[in-house]
């Protein structure tokens, strides 16, 4: 037995999807937006715990699968910076760097790292001496230092990204090193699918891979507006960097050979992922997996029953609380039911219990869901089954609308024709492609898009003999293209 | 029933304490000291999970009292950290300084927060509107810079400070942010009792308080070699700063009024006085607390007996997880015991449980305690109940044995002579005082030490009417003078 609280309308979320992304990260308390550096923002109480949650999910997983949890230095001196070739070709116009302690001029130039492989590979060369050593598996959470050329958007291109979890690992083969990326993978498709963000995982093309690296497998998903958004990125880096830094192990063998390494990121896009891919026009849907608050309760009373009331509902948070729900009661006297119900719809807590003389009486709740905006009554016997059994229909039912409206933005087009409005409509195409970088980037050229590269999932859609759009040479590969953030 | 596993030597650890520290921090595996950038270093795992838990304990604290964590950026414009002139006068000389990103110059320089005061007051500015704002009280857990000119030591004076954890609040009126510095005062009491962590609590004269405060109050420790070391501040602001950004409210009365500020901060040094303070010459010895581990088991075998003792240890060491206990086995199979007591022993885990196939038989462990080293045996079905015991045992006497060691090392003196005496004995030495700054300067440099203070503790031992060491005249005032870190 149930009714409707209200319509999920989706009309600003769809169509000023920046508009409304700013007004929830602001109206939400999540991000302030008005420091005066270009690129750089405040992560404000309710928007920290968020990220907070997100931070705790994934160190969970990688301290589960045997990653140990380090912290380096933010400079980088230049001469480390520079040993790579590839690395400091594509950081060197994005690097910020400390020239002045003071009023002195630095010895050395420091760099404030924009990823931390060449900080960490001259200490991993002091740390590995045999294969016993192997494999090496660290991670830390920092922030990195991007001085971005192109436009700036908050949590989404920013020049300080506060949340940079980076992985870096060693290993004694090619192979080891590439099993250990498919880890990385593993782990973070239990962190986005925990999280109820759809993605796909493609091999990004030669072009567009991570400088430094033998190829980077990447995870993409799609914002409201039909941009695609990187949310993760996983590197096997070969021996391309424990050459540059003259990293060796000892083998079982007796000779000396380079490890191979890994490093694989994720940074707060996966926040904004979060609440762009779950909102509405009422604001924030957290997932109740991340959610700071579970579940508000709101007395309901006239005056003269507000003690009655109150008292009761403190009652129910304990015993929530009791069971493990994370619960805020809003006994605040100065705001009227309808003010709470906006402000905490605003905030994306996934149930909201409403409790007034009358359910009191009756032994009952009222009980709100944030995501379909069902009311529905529940015994308070019943509370704790119920609530638990809610909040997984909650996360079912945010997985399950995330990925159809994800499915409905992943198209598949047998020519540029074709290819061309299906990219009108938002999202991922995936064309069939030859191969060729040639035409690879030709098509990008063409669509003025941006390649993801080949798919590594089991979304791919088309299958068998197809012809490159571009050069109509025959060929089972295909491409996934988008308009990228 | 018990016997002594071993002599508690702390000769290495009171008479060469650095060549101590250098080696427990390298040995413990706690901290990387070869990072190639002058005052920079690495947290390893352990040393990352020893510094955690104290930051959680700290956020805990923090989080109880009503403090919000945030994260602001770590880029202050230089406008902005120029706007307190106090402020900038101190830090001038020790600010890193951004001033290109990629090849371009930056059209501002941007300063690394050596604190984050000037970063936050422009904010304030924006979030406080009306007394109904206040009070509000932030902190953040984050990465400072500050160019030391002084010689640098491993977490004691670094350049990077990669744990400052600061809080900043703001109140209508001086007194209530005088109260909110009694409660920050509060709280690191807490904190540090919960680190077994001795310390006096200071009002630091004029000439040596935080750079644009009204009064500092610190708290400080005597690490093994007797010099003193400052672990937290807080910090009465008055108006200003509020000044200095045009931070006002409204107040209920219709008036406009700049708001009270305070600050208050503690970093890794508490991580040093942890490591310091408890340790021996076996290596560090930690509180319970706080041990990333509280209980390793090892098992004792002799060939052919491996699986069976080793699945006995591993039901033991589910059980008190079961319990709650943090716990660590130790199955390596190419390790003697001995090598593996000495390895856990430098980690300072507080207790350590021996099995073998006689304990197995007799239904028993044997525990060993860390900070004595005294041997005892358990019956099986007691180990919840005793080891429990035994870790809030190792916490008392450390925290006993801490403060006795202290206490030795807090001096008094009713002259020059007997100052400079005592001032040779290591620690702190509480005199007579006039008050006035111009025998307070003359006192520090006849006796090339450093005034900490005026005692606003319990701790003062001299009472009554005495007289200025310095010119003689009668007062009832007394400074605390040490040799300083």
Redesign the interface.
């Known amino acids: 037995m149930f009714t409707i609280a209200g319509t999920v309308e989706r009309k600003l979320w769809s169509e000023k999807f920046m508009e409304w992304f700013h007004k929830v990260l602001r109206e939400a308390e999540i991000y302030?937006m008005?420091?005066?550096?270009k690129g750089?923002?405040?992560?404000?109480?309710y928007g920290?715990?968020l990220?907070?949650n997100i931070i705790s999910l994934i160190k969970k997983l990688l301290d589960e699968t045997g990653h140990?949890?380090?912290?380096?230095?933010?400079?980088?001196?230049e001469e480390?910076i520079r040993k790579e070739s590839e690395h400091i070709a594509k950081f060197?116009?994005?690097?910020?760097?400390?020239?002045?302690?003071?009023?002195?001029e630095l010895e050395t130039r420091?760099a404030?790292r924009p990823t931390s492989e060449t900080?960490i590979m001259?200490?991993f060369k002091?740390w590995i001496r045999a294969h016993t050593d192997l494999p090496l598996k660290?991670y830390q959470v920092v922030?990195i230092?991007r001085?971005e050329?192109k436009a700036t958007h908050p949590m989404i291109r920013v020049r300080?990204v506060?949340t940079f979890k980076e992985a870096h690992t060693a290993h004694a083969t090619f192979e080891e090193a590439a099993k250990q990326v498919e880890e990385a993978i593993s782990i973070y498709r239990k962190f986005f699918d925990t999280l109820a963000i759809p993605y796909v995982i493609s091999r990004r093309p030669e072009w567009d891979k991570f400088p430094g690296a033998v190829y980077t497998i990447a995870f993409d998903t799609v914002l409201p507006d039909g941009k695609v958004l990187q949310i993760g990125t996983a590197h096997n880096l070969g021996q391309n960097f424990s050459r540059a830094f003259e990293v060796t192990y000892l083998r079982p063998d007796g000779k000396h050979e380079y490890v191979y390494t890994t490093s694989y990121g994720i940074s707060e896009r996966v926040v904004a992922a979060v609440i762009a891919i779950h909102g509405d026009d009422r604001g924030l849907v957290l997932p109740p997996t991340v959610a700071p608050i579970q579940v508000v309760i709101v007395p309901i009373y006239y005056k003269g029953q507000e003690e009655y009331v109150i008292s009761h509902c403190r009652k129910v948070a304990e015993y929530l609380r009791s069971r493990g729900f994370t619960v805020a009661l809003d006994d605040r006297t100065d705001k009227t039911p309808g003010w709470k119900f906006y402000y905490w719809e605003m905030r994306g807590i996934p149930l909201r219990l409403e409790v007034g003389p009358r359910d009191i009486e009756n032994k009952v709740v009222t009980v709100v869901r944030r995501d379909t905006l069902e009311r529905r009554t529940i015994a308070q016997d019943m509370l704790d089954v119920e609530l638990r059994k809610l909040l997984n229909e909650v996360y079912e039912n945010l997985k399950q609308r995330a990925w159809s409206w994800f499915n409905e933005h992943y198209h598949t087009a047998s020519n540029i024709e074709e290819a061309s409005e299906k990219m009108k409509l938002g999202g991922i195409v995936e064309v069939p492609w030859c191969g060729s970088e040639e035409c690879g980037l030709a098509i990008e050229d063409t669509l003025n898009a941006r390649v993801l590269g080949e798919p590594v999932d089991e979304y791919r859609k088309l299958r068998g003999k197809l012809k490159c759009i571009n050069c109509g040479k025959e060929s089972d590969k295909v491409l996934r293209i988008a308009k990228t953030y």
Chains 1, 2 share one sequence.
């Open positions: 302030e008005r420091y005066p550096v750089c923002y405040i992560w404000m109480p920290m715990k990220r907070n140990q949890e380090v912290l380096f230095p933010t400079f980088i001196p480390f060197e116009d994005e690097i910020f760097w400390v020239v002045k302690g003071g009023k002195r420091l404030l900080a001259p200490i002091l660290i922030s230092f001085c050329t300080e506060t």
